[in-house]
């Protein structure tokens, strides 16, 4: 296998490739492992929430389908699902679920939507933006860059 090859498989697997000292294998594994299951609970509730979001928003679908910016709620919730889990915060994301089931009502159909799609757009937002929490990080760097080539040739 290529590195380059490598790389991209790790970059596709959400994984970062790093050169440890054999002397520190074990204190780095035993900070991964920490970090994994400080997180993992989160995670799970988070994961939870968005099946929950994605449940309520096909019972909408069924019992109105012709609700005008159902299909906006739906492609704004698909662009939201693929961010990584741990980027999403679990508190908005259960208003948001509180806010979806409210479409439900006849009298808060169009606010609710527009409300729901409005946090949609924060919770994107800030997920697109902030650094990933409790990294060290402000910026993320990219794993390899590929050298110019010289045009010497």
Known sequence: MRLSSLFALAHALDLELALVPRKAVAAVRSLSRDAINSNR????????????????I?????????????????????????FRLPMLDLAEMKKLRHIIEQIG?????????????KIMRTIRNKASHDPLPDSGDTLSRPAYSLDEEDDDA
């Open 41 to 56: 609970k989160d995670v799970v509730a988070i994961q939870k929430e968005m099946q929950r979001i994605s449940e309520t």
């Open 105 to 117: 009502r006849p009298e808060k159909e169009i606010v609710s939507l527009n409300e729901s799609l």
């Open 58 to 82: 096909r019972s909408i679908q069924m019992s109105m389908p012709d609700l005008e910016g159902l299909q906006g709620l739906q492609k704004s919730f698909s662009d939201l699902s693929r």
